[in-house]
């Protein structure tokens, strides 16, 4: 990696673009970004997780058809020194990053990959591995749709399969489905849908993610207790977006989550503009 990687050079970054600042950047801080698409409780476990640490601070949430997450932004908290069965998490910082997803009714995917993106980049720049990346999906609806399938998509080119053993899948909703029909959809997604990211000798993990406290804190001690190292300079991941911006000096589009995202742009606005069109005109 660079010496010195600097985010407000890149042409694609824009002055709203939310990240971690190099000053503020702690090298051994443990980043987990939190992913998938809208409404699934990305920001709903990111709440559980600083109530869990006694934090004050909040994601927005609401109930809106529109998503409620349009930018990356994250939460610094003070990581509990218990947190971690098999390495001293004392005087680490969490830092939870917010992502809005994929299938945004207001964003295509390039847009939101590239908002992504800056943060990543930044932070890798400025010498910051990942502890661990998050992938959410809500147990309840039937049928994956076009929306999911592309947004998965995208979300593996962005890991890349060297950066699997840090990655966890996660279900949310189980307090919204039958626990028995739950668990043959869970069946569905580990055995079909997720197929690529559990299988082979360089995989992911599934978890169960309840909207509590306590669980979503499990979710992050699994995400500790899965790093080889508890220093994330020497245990963290290097995800393969970042390795491409920052190390091989790609812009966001040319990585290979761009291009698979830059195709989707058109039929990501078509579909939007088909859901306002069938909220206004009843059809």
Same mark, same amino acid.
């Given at each position: 990696m660079p010496k010195v990687y600097n985010i407000?050079?890149?042409?694609w970054k824009k002055p709203e673009d939310n990240y971690l600042p190099r000053d503020e950047a702690r090298k051994d801080d443990i980043v987990i970004p939190v992913m998938g698409s809208t409404g699934v409780g990305k920001s709903t476990f990111i709440n559980n997780v600083l109530e869990a640490v006694g934090s004050v601070a909040r994601a927005p949430v609401?109930? /809106?058809?529109?998503?409620? =997450?349009? =930018?990356?932004a994250h939460?610094?908290?003070?990581?509990? /020194?218990?947190?971690?069965?098999?390495?001293? *998490?004392?005087? @680490? @910082?969490?830092?939870? %990053?917010?992502? +809005?997803? &994929?299938?945004? !009714?207001? &964003?295509?995917?390039?847009?939101?990959?590239?908002?992504? $993106? #800056?943060?990543? *980049?930044?932070?890798?720049? *400025?010498?910051?591995? %990942? *502890?661990?990346?998050v992938y959410m999906h809500? !147990?309840?609806?039937? @049928?994956? =749709?076009?929306?999911?399938? /592309?947004g998965l998509e995208i979300f593996r080119k962005l890991c890349g399969e060297e950066s699997l053993p840090g990655v966890i899948l996660a279900t949310t909703w189980w307090e919204l489905c039958d626990t028995e029909l739950g668990t043959s959809r869970e069946g569905?997604?580990?055995?079909? #849908?997720?197929?690529? &990211?559990? /299988?082979? +000798?360089?995989?992911? $993990?599934?978890?169960?993610l309840e909207n509590? +406290? =306590?669980?979503?804190?499990?979710? %992050? @001690?699994?995400?500790?207790?899965?790093?080889?190292?508890?220093?994330p300079r020497v245990g963290g991941i290097v995800l393969r977006l970042?390795?491409?911006? %920052?190390d091989r000096k790609k812009t966001y589009d040319k990585t290979d989550a761009g291009l698979v995202a830059k195709p989707r742009t058109e039929s990501s606005l078509a579909r939007a503009a088909s859901i306002f069109r069938s909220f206004i005109l009843g059809f």
């Amino acid at each position: 990696m660079p010496k010195v990687y600097n985010i407000q050079k890149e042409k694609w970054k824009k002055p709203e673009d939310n990240y971690l600042p190099r000053d503020e950047a702690r090298k051994d801080d443990i980043v987990i970004p939190v992913m998938g698409s809208t409404g699934v409780g990305k920001s709903t476990f990111i709440n559980n997780v600083l109530e869990a640490v006694g934090s004050v601070a909040r994601a927005p949430v609401d109930d /809106s058809y529109t998503p409620c =997450t349009n =930018t990356v932004a994250h939460y610094v908290v003070k990581l509990p /020194s218990t947190l971690s069965q098999r390495h001293d *998490a004392q005087n @680490r @910082r969490l830092v939870l %990053v917010d992502t +809005p997803g &994929f299938d945004h !009714i207001s &964003f295509n995917d390039g847009e939101i990959l590239r908002r992504i $993106a #800056v943060w990543l *980049a930044a932070s890798y720049g *400025a010498g910051v591995k %990942v *502890a661990g990346i998050v992938y959410m999906h809500a !147990i309840v609806p039937e @049928r994956m =749709t076009e929306g999911n399938a /592309s947004g998965l998509e995208i979300f593996r080119k962005l890991c890349g399969e060297e950066s699997l053993p840090g990655v966890i899948l996660a279900t949310t909703w189980w307090e919204l489905c039958d626990t028995e029909l739950g668990t043959s959809r869970e069946g569905e997604l580990r055995n079909e #849908v997720w197929q690529q &990211f559990l /299988s082979g +000798p360089q995989r992911a $993990a599934l978890v169960r993610l309840e909207n509590t +406290p =306590t669980s979503a804190l499990n979710l %992050v @001690r699994e995400i500790i207790d899965r790093m080889p190292s508890p220093d994330p300079r020497v245990g963290g991941i290097v995800l393969r977006l970042q390795h491409q911006i %920052v190390d091989r000096k790609k812009t966001y589009d040319k990585t290979d989550a761009g291009l698979v995202a830059k195709p989707r742009t058109e039929s990501s606005l078509a579909r939007a503009a088909s859901i306002f069109r069938s909220f206004i005109l009843g059809f």
